[in-house]
C-alpha cells in the first residue's frame, strides 16, 4: 500500500521488507508522539504511515548519493 501511495513500484520480497520494517517504525514514532492505536484496522494505519515515512527516508538517501 505504501508504494502505490509513492508511486514506486517494488519486488515481492523488497515490499515484504518494507511493510515489517515500516510497522515497526510506526509503532515506534506512534509511541514517541504519545499516540495509541487499536485493533485491527490501527495496527494497518500504523504500518502504512511507518513504512510511508520509510519510502521518503531511502528516496531522500538514495537521491543524496
Not at 518494507?18 to 500504523?46: C, D, E, K, N, P
Request: hydrophobic residues 60%; without cysteine; aromatic residues 4%.
Amino acid at each position: 500500500i505504501a508504494g502505490k501511495i509513492m508511486k514506486r513500484e517494488h519486488g515481492l520480497l523488497e515490499n515484504l521488507v518494507v511493510g515489517v520494517v515500516g510497522a515497526y517504525l510506526g509503532a515506534f514514532l506512534f509511541r514517541l508522539l504519545g499516540l495509541a492505536s487499536t485493533g485491527l484496522i490501527g495496527a494497518i494505519v500504523v504500518a502504512i504511515i511507518g513504512s510511508v515515512v520509510l519510502l521518503v527516508i531511502v528516496g531522500a538517501l538514495r537521491k543524496r548519493s
